[in-house]
């Protein structure tokens, strides 16, 4: 009785060990490089990426969330999330009010289209099946300055919001 007691809980502590190592996933925190590395074998990781958007007479700011999910089959899953949407209005703006080439109420409208961009942006979200090659291509590609929803992604399983705007 106590040799089956003692296994079943020694089976207990192992499992739990096992499930602790399998789940553990890498926090590359805003370093994309070590996000870029984990795909390569689409290790369960995930990374903080912050971009810089200008559109007209406004500059946002958005910080996106990417995770590697792990395999599933034969693909790894992917999934990301705009987390936070901000913006400022470009110094531009702000000369032309200070110049009074524009006035209070053209501002106020400025700052209302922006907020209004803005809501669109945020907490979109996006996930993919793809192959480690496919995942890594994807990844580099945004690496080199090409961070878009609007990616070439013709024949990629990839879903969401965050690919339709």
């Known amino acids: ?15 739990i060990i096992i499930n602790s190592v399998d ?3 890498i926090n590359c925190g805003n ?9 390569v074998n689409c290790e369960k990781s995930k990374v903080v ?10 500059t946002f700011d958005i910080e996106t969330q990417m995770q590697i ?17 901000d913006f400022v209005l470009n110094e531009t703006v702000l000369n032309e009010l200070t110049l009074g080439l524009l006035t209070n109420k053209q501002f106020i409208e400025a700052q ?35 961070f878009s929803n609007e990616t ?5 399983d990839c879903r969401g919001r965050f690919f339709k705007l």
């Open 152 to 156: 070439q992604l013709d024949g990629l």
């Open 23 to 25: 789940a553990k996933v």
């Open 69 to 85: 999910k792990g395999m599933r089959k034969d693909y790894c899953l992917f999934s990301l999330k705009n987390k936070k949407v």
């Open 49 to 58: 990426v912050n971009d810089s958007i200008d559109l007209l007479f406004v």
């Open 31 to 39: 370093d994309y490089d070590c996000f870029l590395n984990a795909s």
């Open 112 to 146: 209302r289209r922006a907020r209004s961009q803005a809501k669109q942006y945020k907490d979109i979200s996006g996930a993919c099946k793809l192959s480690t090659s496919e995942l890594n291509g994807l990844l580099n590609t945004w690496n080199s300055g090409y």
């Open 1 to 15: 009785m106590k040799k089956e007691l003692i296994f079943l809980i020694l089976f207990g502590m192992l499992l």
